[in-house]
């Protein structure tokens, strides 16, 4: 097994990629109008794939804490990009559901975050992409475990 240094082990701890992602990704939001953060996104995209599900599959989704993901819907919510509607099912859970202004956005942001995708994966061939993604999924297995 190869030695991990600690300044890698820092950098993976610190989130150092993950970081400049985020970054760049609200850098572009910021220069196409897009008036949205990084994790607001996430959410957004969650529910591009399915709406009108409730807040804790959106933690769940996200791996973000309950009080993180409210506050993230509050804020989409003030946007008018999402809205909360009672669960006829039960009452007790709000399903949250893309407004029409939410949904119109899906487009645009999905073609910043792609171009930015493309561009840090520039160089790297298809067999390294599934190489570091079949890594990162055991790290994320591991981890789950413990």
């Known amino acids: 097994m190869m030695k991990v240094t600690e300044r890698e082990i820092f ?57 993180s993901v409210t506050r993230l819907i509050d804020n989409l919510e003030k946007k008018d990009l999402v809205k909360r509607v009672s669960d006829p099912a039960d009452r007790r859970n709000n399903l949250i559901h893309l407004t029409p202004k939410g949904i119109a956005l899906k487009q645009n942001t999905t073609e910043v975050v792609h171009n930015i995708v493309n561009y840090a994966l520039e160089g790297i061939s298809d067999d390294e992409l599934i190489r570091a993604k079949d890594v990162l999924l055991r790290i994320m297995h591991n981890l789950k475990i413990y």
């Open 11 to 67: 950098e993976i701890l610190s989130g150092k990629i993950s970081g400049v992602i985020n970054r760049t990704v609200l850098k572009a939001f910021a220069q196409t109008g897009i008036d949205i953060t990084t994790e607001q996104w996430t959410v957004l995209s969650c529910l591009w794939d399915k709406d009108k599900i409730i807040q804790q599959e959106i933690c769940d989704l996200t791996q973000k804490d309950k009080p």
